[in-house]
């Protein structure tokens, strides 16, 4: 038994992707009757709407996706994420970064045409500054972000879904320019602080995991084990995105389906369910088994999400 929970950004609307993410990352937990807990990942104050969090609550309680605890609202954490941040200054292994996303993406698409380098990496322009250059860049107005020194390491983990994967990691930024704590760093501190055991997450995150376990080892926290699950595609084989169509829940109930409705199209795409058989999340939870889940992106029905 090890906690679980879903960790939506309300950057937007959740979409049937996300929620179908949602369903799989609840059945993981109760199907072991461990406690699924939410937190609204609301770090970015410039891309976070309250009314798009409210949505996301209401969605999964529709769906019949319950919780267990408070919900933890990730904005309300900043003292927690200062602290580790200056932990991790305390072990000498971050610095600060002056370069501009722009030349951080020049300098990147440079070194990616070297053979092995992995693409989109941070060269390391800022790592071995002298005091006299920060003091400059300081003096001419630039706000640093914070790195941590990766320096090339690689981490590999065993995913419930994936199997075994390994990914190297880079020099990566865990506090923003403006001060906000980087989402790689925030996870791993809610994570622990919840006590969550397992991460169940669309694999579109997978290649962050090497990253988490690495500050994982740095702050001393247990990191929990993860399962990356295929996401949804549209019938072109894009993944799932707003302008596709009737892609939340709201939009699928103007359709004139109802949220038990789109439970059933889940569980046939987990292969839980017969065509237009009506289920319940309880009898999911049965039904489930981790190591059937599908291996594949699902693909969309187009006769579902586009507007006649
Ligand atoms: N908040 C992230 C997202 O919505 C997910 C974070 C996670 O599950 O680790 O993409």
Redesign the pocket.
Known sequence: MANGRF???PSARLHLGNLRTALLAWLFARSTESRFLLRI?DLDPASSRMEHAEAALADFAALGLDHDGVVMWQSERREHHDLALAGLVATGETYPCFCSRKEILADAEAAARAPHAPAFAYVGTCRDLSSGQRAEREAAGRRPTLRVRGEGRRYGFVDAVVGEFEGEIDDFVIRRSDGVPAYNLA?VVDDYAQGVGQ?V?GDD?LDTTPRQLFLSELLGLLPPTYAHVPLVLDASGERLAKRHGAVTLADQQTLGRTPADVLSLFAVSLGLADSGEPVRVADLVERFDPASVPRMPWTMPASVIVVQ
Do not use: F, G, H, T
Request: hydrophobic share 50%; no cysteine.
């Open positions: 960790a939506p950004s990942e996870v991460v997450r995150l």
